[in-house]
């Protein structure tokens, strides 16, 4: 709910002139900001009318009129809204077959004061279902998913607020894409009607000039990582595909030394347990904390085999290889309704994070369009500035506080608490508490219950029946290989 109540602020302020660049993967254009508040549609229109340049590339999304022939037209209902205001909302489905446009930020400039300029990049989508708070009772604006998250699915997601001259980084990623001169409505006729229906222009206007980056605005280097599958016609600003994101976490995981802290909606296949894996058997004193989903969004009896075998074979591999040094959880609040981990968050020794659209997956790594932001504390303990690096013996305040702040939430403590300051002993800690927590739930609930929120996550098995078509389906479609074709069935990006 804080990133709705931001955006809010930061929208309103803006004036004739000013721009709104935003990409996304749903957008419901009726979601409200808060409760009784505007909503996204109705908030972007109007600016629109006032003369804010209002553009945005929201994915086109294959089938959806077939899967869900009137919630499924979200992205072209808000595209609509926002194009008949003026502004412009193009569907954009120039991705490899079975790929999306995962990307979600929003980039804010003011024409008179460029150190006003902002951006939020993360997991966050301009839909039903994300806006929830620490309390995580659940958006009241719910999509429909798996009915042991409850009519009003909790949800857990983050997203970071950016100042400084990565903004103009992230408005040259827009542009990016806005300028593919791939067309949006070719192929078949269904697309050229789902553009009309969005009431989307034929031939968009041209981007404005490049405006002079922003001015620094803090201590923190910032680096954007993407992803970009292998298509053809192939994207003019990455021809051969970009997996940045991969080989970011790749590096970052060979230097680790004594954790690895990863928030994700899937961690599945085996690619990515691997550069987990490879870092665990090089240190033996690094720990991995994973903090996942209970249930897939869609557990049903076909559509749950192939979500769960990819994330089974992942987990099976870490603790082969370091069984007491890796521990994966879940989440659930004080009624007991598991919470949907959506966050996709990365920390490493408390020096270095990631936040950003791309899960840990294959898919993420090679296929579909996202964007990660790297970020690290340039200053020491006492706001110093110095050189990080990850594999020194030194934390970073904007890391340290980020864990802490998690660990506090999903643990039941208080951010002061001395437990929360030693990464490396940070399994023993989530560990011993998942354990009250599941032992409360094991002895019928009579005492008082645990403040803790985290317990062992354990998938439900896939039968050697399911396997014989759960992993192709999974392998195939669910988690698809983007990489050229001399890479794949490699361990390289």
Not at 40 to 64: C, F, K, M, N, Y
Not at 269 to 276: G, Q, R, Y
Not at 319 to 339: H, K, Q, W, Y
Request: proline content about 8%; some cysteine.
């Amino acid at each position: 709910m804080t990133y709705f109540a931001r955006l809010h602020d930061e929208l309103t302020s803006l004036h004739a002139g000013d721009r709104v660049w935003f990409t996304d993967w749903r957008g419901d254009a009726d979601e409200q900001l808060w409760a009784g508040g505007p909503s996204i549609g109705d908030l972007l229109a109007d600016l629109a009318r006032a003369g804010v340049e209002v553009r945005g590339l929201v994915w086109r999304s294959h089938g959806e009129r077939v899967a869900s022939p009137i919630s499924g037209r979200s992205n072209e209902l808000l595209g609509r809204q926002i194009n008949d205001a003026g502004g412009e909302v193009l569907l954009d489905q120039r991705v490899r077959l079975f790929g999306s446009h995962h990307q979600k930020f929003f980039v804010i400039r003011h024409t008179d004061d460029a150190s006003r300029d902002i951006a939020f990049v993360g997991g966050l989508d301009l839909c039903h279902s994300r806006r929830d708070d620490a309390d995580h009772a659940g958006d009241p604006q719910a999509l429909s998913m798996d009915s042991r998250y409850g009519k009003q699915p909790p949800w857990h997601d983050a997203a970071l607020e950016l100042r400084g001259p990565v903004v103009a980084d992230l408005l040259s990623v827009f542009a990016e894409r806005w300028n593919d001169p791939a067309p949006l409505d070719r192929h078949t006729p269904y697309r050229m009607l789902l553009q009309r229906l969005a009431h989307m222009p034929r031939h968009p206007k041209s981007l404005p000039d490049a405006a002079p980056p922003p001015p620094r605005a803090g201590p923190h280097a910032v680096q954007l990582l993407r992803t970009y599958g292998v298509k053809r016609p192939p994207f003019p600003f990455a021809p051969a595909g970009e997996r940045s994101i991969a080989r970011a976490f790749a590096k970052a995981f060979a230097r680790a030394r004594s954790l690895v802290y990863i928030e994700d909606q899937y961690l599945w296949s085996t690619e990515v347990a691997a550069t987990l894996a490879g870092a665990l058997e090089r240190n033996p004193e690094l720990n991995v904390i994973v903090v996942v989903p209970r249930y897939p969004d869609s557990d049903g009896p076909l559509t749950g085999p192939p979500s769960r075998i990819g994330q089974l074979r992942a987990i099976g591999m870490l603790r082969r290889v370091a069984p007491d040094r890796v521990g994966v959880f879940d989440l659930e609040n004080s009624v007991g309704t598991p919470i949907y981990v959506h966050a996709k968050i990365c920390i490493v020794d408390d020096i270095w994070v990631t936040c950003g659209s791309s899960n840990f997956n294959r898919r993420s790594w090679t296929t579909d369009s996202e964007l990660t932001c790297a970020v690290l504390d340039t200053t020491d303990g006492n706001g110093e500035p110095t050189s990080s690096e990850i594999g020194r013996d030194h934390s970073q305040p904007l890391a340290q506080n980020l864990r802490r702040q998690l660990w506090a939430e999903h643990l039941g403590l208080d951010r002061n608490d001395p437990r929360l300051d030693d990464p490396a002993a940070g399994l023993e800690l989530w560990n011993s508490t998942a354990d009250v927590l599941d032992h409360w739930h094991e002895t019928g609930r009579r005492a008082p219950r645990p403040n803790s929120r985290a317990r062992h996550h354990t998938p439900k098995p896939v039968t050697p029946i399911q396997r014989l078509w759960a992993l192709p389906l999974s392998r195939l479609v669910l988690d698809p290989d983007g990489r050229p074709r001399q890479l794949r069935g490699t361990a390289q990006f």
